[in-house]
Nanobody, 122 residues
């Protein structure tokens, strides 16, 4: 059974930082491309960041570039999203996702977690 379990969300103030974690089970994590997405109320889900199995590249959305970064620990089956200089506009449910093809880091993910809420107050 595949499980992606996110954690680390919460209520923070503008300018604060958070690190989200996503622990994977039931998949060969060290072979997976991992991504983070977010969905704000009333908006479509959007790509945030992705990292291939080798961690030799990071794809980051322009809207968060310079503030967010992604990294992974294959020994712990965990991918992280580090969020800094948070803004109220970053308020959303953040989801991690996994797939086993490396093309187009921004779409076509196979497995999804349930999400973790990040709320940024002004």
């Amino acid at each position: 059974q595949v499980q992606l379990v996110e954690s680390g969300g919460g209520l923070v103030q503008a300018g604060d930082s958070l690190t989200l974690s996503c622990v994977a089970s039931g998949i060969p994590f060290s072979s997976a491309t991992m991504g983070w997405f977010r969905q704000a109320p009333g908006k479509e889900r959007e790509f945030v960041a992705a990292i291939p199995w080798s961690a030799d590249y990071k794809e980051i959305a322009d809207s968060v570039k310079g503030r967010f970064t992604i990294f992974r620990d294959n020994a712990k089956n965990t991918v992280y999203l580090q969020l800094t200089s948070l803004e109220p506009e970053d308020t959303a449910v953040y989801y991690c996702a996994a797939k086993f093809v490396a093309y187009n880091y921004r779409r076509d993910y196979t497995y999804w977690g349930q999400g973790t809420q990040v709320t940024v107050s002004s």
